[in-house]
């Protein structure tokens, strides 16, 4: 029989590959989506239209932060397998927004595992939680690996390591089948546009059409083990199919900056940057030029930031046989490709129905 899988987080990057992942694997998909004024469903709705006859595709408004929601759709659906990466997973607006992000984060994990307790699922259902390598924040070993302490530097961070340690702790003391995925950044042609790859293949898309002249950014010096996410759902899905339940860090093993992002996002479009100035006045020129690309505009910049993440990822390659396919520039190309892609059939959208551009 066909197993069930409920993904919270559904609509986001990583929900929708992911739901695509185990469709092709035959999985009965249910998601939670929230309730929104405008459609929020762009990076699911193909999904939609390819399983409206086989009925295996299903969609359940519900919110982490609203617990009757969340045990009602874990008792409709009884699922084998959830998947949890719903979140406010905006590190720079968790600064602003600390209280939501504990409340959906940290304590909306807990509802979920809870929600398994009570309804007498522990044996059953298998749960993964979407951790993240910024638990490792102020860092203490690099590259960083399962056993390298944690030291969270946003309110984001402080309340993913609640909910990495809560479902350390259901699985301790309630035997559930339960894992922490501590996963480094992972990108892709549908990342959230306020996230700093994508902000950049946007740019260089909007800038070589001629929609935007120049692109701000902030810490241009950070640095980030960046992967692709269609490989990193597949590890999701590895990690829940191990004989044991444990946590695992998924990571290329590979570290680059903002500036690098940038210099090959532009080479992209066939220019090269070229950097004057210093500190917050520093800017990117098309070489040779004064043409200004990229400047830095201080309100990116965080109260307190986290400088480099590097992730050893040999016990997912030892014991999942799992390991990233898709190299760093493959990410760019793919990216800025897609943005160019995008913004272009935009473009001609605008023009056919007359609106000015
Ligand atoms: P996204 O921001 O793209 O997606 C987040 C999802 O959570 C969206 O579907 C969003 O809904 C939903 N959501 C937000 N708040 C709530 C809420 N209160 N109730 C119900 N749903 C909610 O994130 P990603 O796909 O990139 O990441 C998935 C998970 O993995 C997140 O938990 C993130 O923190 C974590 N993570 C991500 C990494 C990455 O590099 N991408 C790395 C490590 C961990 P809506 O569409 O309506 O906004
Ligand atoms: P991050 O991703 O904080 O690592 O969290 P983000 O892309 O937001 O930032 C990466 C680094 O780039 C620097 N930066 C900027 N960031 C943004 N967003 N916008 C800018 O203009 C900008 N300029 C420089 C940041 O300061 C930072 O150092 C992501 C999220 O997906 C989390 O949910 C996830 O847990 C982690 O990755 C792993």
């Avoid at 699922?79 to 959906?104: C, G, R, W």
């Avoid at 046989?321 to 160019?340: G, I, K």
Wanted: charged content about 25%.
């Amino acid at each position: 029989m066909a197993k069930t899988a409920l993904i919270t987080g559904i609509t986001g990057q990583d929900g929708a590959y992911l739901a695509e992942l185990l469709l092709s694997k035959g999985y009965d998909v249910h998601g939670i989506k929230r309730r929104s004024s405008s459609f929020n469903t762009g990076r699911i709705d193909h999904l939609q239209i390819d399983t409206h006859r086989q009925g295996n595709f299903h969609l359940h408004y519900g919110d982490m932060t609203d617990s009757t929601a969340v045990i009602r759709t874990i008792a409709e659906v009884q699922p084998d397998e959830i998947y949890n990466l719903a979140a406010q997973s905006h590190v720079k607006v968790s600064f602003e927004m600390p209280e939501y992000t504990a409340n959906a984060d940290a304590v909306g994990t807990l509802r979920i595992l809870e929600a398994i307790r009570l309804l007498n699922l522990s044996d059953r259902t298998r749960f993964y939680q979407a951790s993240t390598s910024e638990l490792y924040g102020k860092v203490q070993e690099v590259p960083q690996r399962e056993i390298t302490p944690f030291y969270p530097r946003s309110p984001y961070a402080a309340a993913k390591l609640y909910a990495y340690w809560i479902t350390v702790n259901y699985r301790e003391g309630y035997g559930m089948f339960a894992c922490n995925g501590i996963l480094f950044n992972h990108e892709s042609p549908i990342r959230g546009e306020t996230f700093v790859t994508r902000k950049i293949t946007r740019a260089v898309a909007a800038i070589t059409l001629g929609l935007q002249d120049r692109l701000f950014l902030g810490n241009l010096d950070a640095q980030r083990d960046w992967g692709h996410a269609r490989d990193y759902v597949e590890g999701m899905w590895r990690i829940l199919q191990h004989d044991t339940p444990e946590d695992f860090v998924l990571a290329t093993g590979e570290m680059h900056s903002v500036r690098e992002f940038c210099e090959l996002a532009f080479a992209e479009i066939g220019t090269t940057i070229e950097w004057r100035g210093e500190g917050v006045e520093e800017k990117g020129y098309a070489a040779g030029t004064d043409r200004c690309l990229i400047e830095i505009d201080p309100v990116y910049f965080r109260p307190t930031e986290v400088e480099q993440l590097l992730g050893d990822p040999t016990k997912a390659r030892e014991k999942l046989n799992w390991s990233h396919e898709t190299s760093f520039p493959q990410l760019v190309r793919e990216m800025v490709a897609e943005d160019r892609r995008l913004l272009e059939t935009e473009r001609l959208a605008r023009r056919a129905y007359g609106v000015a551009e």
